[in-house]
Each structure stands twice: as C-alpha cells, then as structure tokens.
C-alpha cells in the first residue's frame, strides 16, 4: 500500500476520497485554485498545495502544476475522481512515468473506450449488443449512404466527444449535412477531434448502467445496475439503484456481456458500461466510463462496497474485498438527487454566498457535499454543490424518503434546482417507474403549455 495520495480533483468527491484514505490510515494532499482556498477538501486534508487561477486550465487541468505539487509533497499516488483529468489517458500515462500510482483503469483501456469508433470495435468483438451504425464519417458521401443504410431517425456522436457535446439527432434526410456540419464544429470545439460516427437512434429508450470492478489478479465482476433515465439536456439529474423495470432475465444478459467486456480488454479498477435499454427490452452498449461515476453512492448503499476504498486497495495490488463469484443482490434501494445551484426555472448556474444551509438526517440518508453556510459558490465550475443519496426496503419508501429530505433541506444565498426536482419525485409517471430519458423534457413541456 502507498503512504500518501494526492487528490487531482475539487468539491464533494474530492472530500469523498479524502475520507476514504483517512479510513485507510493513508495520508491524503488536496490541491486547490485560488477560487477554492476555503473549500473544504483544503481544510481537511493533511497538506495543501495551491495550483492556479480559478479557470480549470490553469490549475485543475494543469498537469504540470498537479505532478508537481505530488513531487513536492511527497505523494506516492494520485486519485483523479470524476471530470476534470479522471478519464486522461495522457495524464495516467505521465504518473506512471512520474512513479505515481494512478488510482484508476490502465491507460491502454482508457484510451480504447475513450475513443467512441474503437470503443464500438471492441465492444462488437466482445459479443456486447451495438445498435446499427458506422465507423468514422469522412465526406458526404459516407454520410449519405451510411444513413440510407441504417434508416432514419439516426443519431450522429463525436468520436472522442462525451456528456451529448457535439451529438445530433435527425430525422429527415433533408437536415442530415446541416446537422453533421454542426456536429463537427461542436467537437472541433469541444474535443479538438472533429471526427462523427453515425448509430440508428432509439426512441423513447431507458439510460441503465451496469457497474463493473476488476482486480490485478484477474477477478471481474459487477455489481447491478443503476437507472440513470432521468436527465435533462443529456445530462443526469436523478439515479436509482436497481432498476425498477429491468427483468431479471434481462439484467443477466447485461452484466454477463459487461463482465466478459471488462475482461476482453484487461480492465482494472471500477468503470461503468452504459446501455440504451429499448422499449422491446433490447439493451445496447451507449459508452464506457473509465472512472468512479458521480451516482456511485447508489451502488453503495444497495451493496455495502464502499467503492472508493476498493479503487484503493485495486491500485495498491490487493484483491477485491468480496468473493467476485458471490451474486451480490441489491439490498432494498436507492435515489441519488444532484442538488445545483442554478435558477430552477432556466437553469442558468447561480453562484453566490450560502448564507443558510440546513442539510436533511435521519435513517437512510446520505448527504455528499462540500459546502457549508459561509461557503462562495465559485462561478468557475459546475454547479454541483451536494447529493442527496436515500436508502429504504423499495423504491416507494426510498421515494418517500427523498421527499422528505427535499422537504428538510435548506440552502439560502443562491438559488437551487429543489423545487425542479420536487416536481420530478411527485410527477405520476416518476412513481410509477414509467418513464425514458426524454421524460424531463416533456415534464417541461407540460409545465410551458400550462403557463
């Protein structure tokens, strides 16, 4: 086991690790912009190392600053989190050069599922479901035939793009170059790769994610699902643990094919493989994430892992702590609610001084955070400031539960998106189970017809 871990990263999962390793008895080294001197993750780990400015560029994407900061304080890993550097093949790359142990997947893998054309080869060659689609789109011509072939609607997604930047959905040939146009402009932009490939579009599907861990002494395993189709503009708002609707007969085929996945590549640590479940009950790999997901702590609390730890001891050379063979049931279940500071109505981010802040309690629930009353809310980075994780004996007593801690909770100075997400937990189709990932948007929808 090493002796001192730097954290790469800002906010409540910088906190999260850092609780981790005191638990562990390892040393733990923040590193911190200048926007974020107060925060807490400063306060509580053993030392402190300011990097930059407030942009991320210049300090939490500055891996010069952050492979020093590791040098100078004697860190002997570095634990990326989610964002920021957590998915960078280059920067586990230099860690290892750098003799730090990068707490997460090899960087082979990272760059294999990083890339969306190659991550769809691997995945084929795995036996993983694919929705009909392409390799790489280079003129107009292979646009054309390509979308004749599969028939629309099609969805066109950047080869090396992630979080919907640069995705296009079209459903008439007619609108078919200007959106591929666009697509390459957006991931030029974003991703500095202008490179589309083109998949058949599923309507109306559900977004599951299985949870997958292995070990340096080939164990490989997962553990359940989790229900990740409540999201707004493509990005996650709410998340369960398990599924309400996923038959049994279907979860198997899904975490065998991403077991065996995980293998076919030589994966290591914690990562998730990420499904587009059709409203026929087909499933079809979306993507892989290479990391801890933000919604870990549903997993969490339906397994009893505490995933962070177990990247640890992963990266230290140790063994799973749990037997991979054992089928680990989920236990009762559990919502994860993504707390912003944004104006709920526009959802325009919304920094500013927390001037109240009372958090919910009780039996089964968890609060993720890194803020406190005093604390600023930077305007420089996303607008995550908690999560809410409830855990009961089923979804209906796990949603009431959730109510009740919106209920409770209390954050004055900026605004925040609870009234948004009050409206998600008591809408019908929510307590039924009977949504898809354009639920949100029709919830809105209703919402601007009525007013």
Same mark, same amino acid.
């Given at each position: 086991?090493?002796?001192?871990?730097?954290?790469?990263?800002? #906010?409540? @999962?910088?906190?999260?690790?850092?609780?981790?390793?005191?638990?562990?008895?390892?040393?733990?080294?923040?590193?911190?912009?200048?926007?974020?001197?107060?925060?807490?993750?400063?306060?509580?780990? &053993?030392?402190?190392?300011?990097?930059? $400015?407030? $942009?991320?560029?210049?300090?939490?994407?500055?891996? $010069?600053?952050?492979?020093?900061?590791?040098?100078?304080?004697?860190?002997?890993?570095?634990?990326?989190?989610?964002?920021?550097? +957590?998915?960078?093949?280059?920067?586990?790359?230099?860690?290892?050069?750098?003799?730090?142990?990068?707490?997460?997947?090899?960087p082979e893998a990272m760059r294999l599922m990083g890339d969306k054309?190659?991550?769809?080869?691997?995945?084929?060659?795995?036996?993983?479901?694919?929705? /009909?689609?392409? +390799?790489?789109?280079?003129?107009?011509?292979?646009?054309?035939?390509?979308?004749?072939?599969?028939?629309?609607?099609?969805?066109?997604?950047?080869?090396?793009?992630?979080?919907?930047?640069?995705?296009?959905?079209?459903?008439?040939?007619?609108?078919?170059?200007?959106?591929?146009?666009?697509?390459?402009?957006?991931?030029?932009?974003?991703?500095?790769?202008?490179?589309?490939?083109?998949?058949?579009?599923?309507?109306?599907?559900?977004?599951?994610?299985?949870?997958?861990?292995?070990?340096?002494?080939?164990?490989?395993?997962?553990?359940?699902?989790?229900?990740?189709?409540?999201?707004?503009?493509?990005?996650?708002?709410?998340?369960?643990?398990?599924?309400?609707?996923?038959?049994?007969?279907?979860?198997?085929?899904?975490?065998e094919a991403s077991v065996k996945a995980i293998e076919a590549i030589?994966?290591?640590?914690?990562?998730?493989?990420?499904?587009?479940?059709?409203?026929?009950?087909?499933?079809?790999?979306?993507?892989?994430?290479?990391?801890?997901?933000?919604?870990?702590?549903?997993?969490?609390?339906?397994?009893?892992?505490?995933?962070?730890?177990?990247?640890?001891? %992963?990266?230290?050379?140790?063994?799973?702590?749990?037997?991979?063979?054992?089928?680990?049931?989920?236990?009762?279940?559990?919502?994860?609610?993504?707390?912003?500071?944004?104006? /709920?109505?526009?959802?325009?981010?919304?920094?500013?001084? %927390?001037?109240?802040?009372?958090?919910? #309690?009780?039996?089964?629930?968890?609060?993720?955070?890194?803020?406190?009353?005093?604390?600023?809310? /930077?305007?420089?980075? &996303?607008?995550? @400031?908690?999560?809410?994780?409830?855990?009961?004996?089923?979804?209906?007593?796990?949603?009431?539960?959730? !109510?009740?801690?919106?209920?409770?909770?209390?954050?004055?100075?900026?605004?925040?998106?609870?009234?948004?997400?009050?409206? @998600?937990?008591?809408?019908?189709?929510?307590?039924?189970?009977?949504?898809?990932?354009?639920?949100?948007? !029709?919830?809105?929808?209703?919402?601007?017809?009525?007013?």
């Amino acid at each position: 086991m090493f002796r001192k871990v730097l954290v790469a990263n800002r #906010g409540e @999962i910088a906190l999260r690790i850092i609780r981790a390793c005191k638990e562990l008895g390892l040393e733990t080294v923040a590193v911190h912009s200048t926007a974020d001197t107060d925060a807490l993750h400063v306060k509580f780990a &053993d030392q402190a190392v300011c990097i930059g $400015p407030p $942009p991320s560029r210049q300090s939490y994407l500055n891996v $010069p600053m952050i492979i020093s900061a590791a040098e100078v304080t004697g860190a002997d890993a570095i634990h990326p989190g989610y964002g920021f550097l +957590s998915e960078n093949a280059d920067f586990a790359e230099v860690c290892r050069k750098c003799k730090l142990t990068w707490i997460g997947p090899p960087p082979e893998a990272m760059r294999l599922m990083g890339d969306k054309i190659r991550a769809r080869e691997a995945m084929a060659k795995a036996g993983v479901p694919m929705l /009909p689609g392409t +390799s790489g789109l280079h003129d107009e011509i292979q646009l054309l035939e390509a979308a004749s072939r599969i028939g629309f609607p099609v969805i066109l997604k950047a080869s090396a793009g992630g979080g919907g930047r640069g995705m296009k959905i079209v459903h008439e040939k007619e609108k078919l170059l200007e959106a591929w146009s666009m697509g390459r402009t957006e991931a030029q932009a974003a991703f500095g790769n202008p490179e589309m490939f083109m998949e058949r579009y599923c309507q109306k599907p559900r977004h599951i994610e299985i949870q997958v861990i292995g070990d340096k002494h080939g164990h490989y395993t997962h553990l359940n699902e989790r229900e990740c189709s409540i999201q707004r503009r493509h990005q996650k708002v709410i998340e369960e643990a398990p599924s309400a609707v996923l038959p049994e007969e279907t979860r198997k085929k899904m975490t065998e094919a991403s077991v065996k996945a995980i293998e076919a590549i030589g994966y290591t640590n914690v990562g998730t493989m990420e499904y587009l479940l059709d409203s026929d009950g087909s499933f079809y790999f979306m993507e892989m994430n290479t990391r801890l997901q933000v919604e870990h702590p549903v997993t969490e609390l339906v397994t009893g892992l505490d995933l962070v730890r177990e990247q640890i001891k %992963i990266a230290a050379g140790e063994p799973l702590s749990f037997d991979h063979k054992e089928d680990r049931k989920p236990r009762g279940h559990a919502i994860e609610l993504r707390i912003n500071a944004e104006d /709920p109505n526009n959802f325009a981010p919304w920094p500013g001084k %927390i001037t109240a802040l009372h958090m919910p #309690g009780g039996l089964g629930v968890r609060v993720d955070t890194h803020v406190y009353a005093g604390y600023v809310v /930077p305007p420089n980075y &996303d607008s995550m @400031i908690a999560k809410v994780i409830v855990h009961d004996v089923d979804r209906p007593a796990a949603i009431r539960r959730a !109510r009740r801690c919106l209920e409770e909770m209390v954050i004055e100075g900026p605004r925040t998106n609870i009234p948004f997400l009050r409206r @998600i937990i008591n809408h019908p189709e929510f307590i039924r189970g009977d949504f898809d990932t354009g639920f949100v948007a !029709r919830m809105l929808a209703e919402r601007s017809s009525a007013a």
